[in-house]
């Protein structure tokens, strides 16, 4: 399924941006979707996602609290609202999605299959 990331952007630390993860010609609904981020020298780390069956979300223990990730059906698009930016969130922001994953293997990179080309978030100290 083609996946298109945007809402990157340069923002203060303490401020806020929301990620869009849209996809076309597929119902996203069907997908479980993650969100991954990758700062410059560092390994893809998984940031959060929700789970096909269910709707069950997932965080990364550094965002909780301070980052929320949704569906919109109607519109195919997740989204990841981020709140409470610091520099240590800044990397770029990849979208994921997956129709057979399972429930445990939903934080893991290696299992999506498609993937979106990722937006760049920095935030400034």
């Known amino acids: 399924v083609p996946l298109q990331a945007s809402g990157g952007g340069l923002v203060q630390t303490g401020g806020s941006l929301r990620l869009s993860c849209a996809a076309s010609?597929?119902?996203?609904?069907?997908?479980?979707v993650g969100w991954f981020r990758q700062a410059p020298g560092k390994e893809r780390e998984f940031v959060a996602a929700i789970f096909r069956s269910g709707g069950s979300i997932t965080y990364a223990d550094s965002v909780k609290g301070r980052f929320t990730m949704s569906r919109d059906n109607a519109k195919n698009t997740v989204y990841l609202q981020m709140n409470d930016l610091r520099p240590e969130d800044t990397a770029v922001y990849y979208c994921?999605?997956?129709?057979?994953?399972?429930?445990?293997?939903?934080?893991?990179?290696?299992?999506?299959?498609?993937w979106g080309q990722g937006t760049l978030v920095t935030v400034s100290s």
């Open positions: 994921a999605a997956d129709r057979r994953l399972i429930l445990s293997s939903r934080t893991t990179a290696g299992e999506y299959d498609y």
């Open positions: 010609g597929n119902t996203l609904r069907t997908y479980t």
